[in-house]
């Protein structure tokens, strides 16, 4: 079956732009996460998920950014006024009812570059 | 707070010779840890998981590691390494009750023909 998908694979964007990265989970996986991943550095976790309700978001770096999943199904991550240190890699993954927390699949990736 | 740090930010062997990447963690109890791998283009797998059971997990690839209490560590080896084994690897927490994941910084495998 088809794994997790995101588009665009490649953004740029100038410096201010606001942009919106998509992420489609498995199909019927419920938890679905977000996570940003700086050049040359590990993913870190921005938001988590669990069908529409968004019951973590702990690690959103500041109000510019915004995520969202109103049916439970495919999820949007945005980005405000676009900065220079936002420039990374923002990684989607989602799983499925009843698994463990750390049994999440992985999308390849959206990588961002702010001009 | 459980984290973890990877020793070395990367590491080149050459083919056919062992692998060992090294991961040491933080937490004040038994943690559950992975080792994820990350080739180019593609999206991050699962190479194997400790969740206190044996201490020593085999993964996929021929790759496995130990979960070393004594020692904090949790490293990942492989007796002999293939060109296709070229990748980034990450030492990974769950924090139990969290449903996050803290990943390492990441070590790079080089694999020299």
């Known amino acids: 079956g088809a794994g997790v998908s995101q588009s665009p694979r490649y953004k740029v964007a100038k410096r201010g732009q606001d942009v919106a990265l998509r992420c489609d989970p498995i199909s019927g996986h419920v938890s679905l996460f977000w996570y940003q991943q700086a050049l040359g550095q590990g993913p870190e976790f921005l938001t988590y998920?669990?069908?529409?309700?968004?019951?973590?978001k702990s690690g959103l770096p500041s109000d510019r950014f915004f995520a969202e999943r109103p049916e439970g199904s495919v999820s949007t991550l945005k980005i405000q006024r676009t900065q220079q240190e936002d420039s990374a890699v923002y990684l989607c993954?989602?799983?499925?009812?009843?698994?463990?927390?750390?049994?999440?699949?992985f999308g390849p990736g959206t990588r961002l570059t702010v001009t | 707070a459980q984290s973890v740090t990877q020793l070395d930010s990367h590491v080149s062997v050459s083919e056919g010779t062992p692998v060992l990447l090294r991961c040491n963690y933080s937490?004040?109890?038994?943690?559950?840890l992975f080792w994820y791998v990350q080739h180019p283009n593609k999206g991050l797998q699962l190479l194997l998981k400790y969740t206190s059971a044996a201490t020593l997990v085999k993964g996929i690839n021929g790759f496995e590691a130990e979960f070393k209490k004594s020692e904090t560590s949790f490293h990942l080896t492989k007796p002999s390494a293939h060109m296709s084994d070229a990748a980034e690897y990450f030492c990974v927490v769950c924090l139990e009750g969290a449903q996050k994941l803290v990943f390492g910084q990441g070590t790079r495998l080089t694999i020299n023909p």
């Open positions: 993954a989602s799983r499925g009812r009843g698994l463990a927390a750390y049994e999440q699949y």
């Open positions: 998920f669990q069908n529409e309700a968004q019951l973590d």
């Open positions: 937490s004040s109890y038994s943690p559950s």
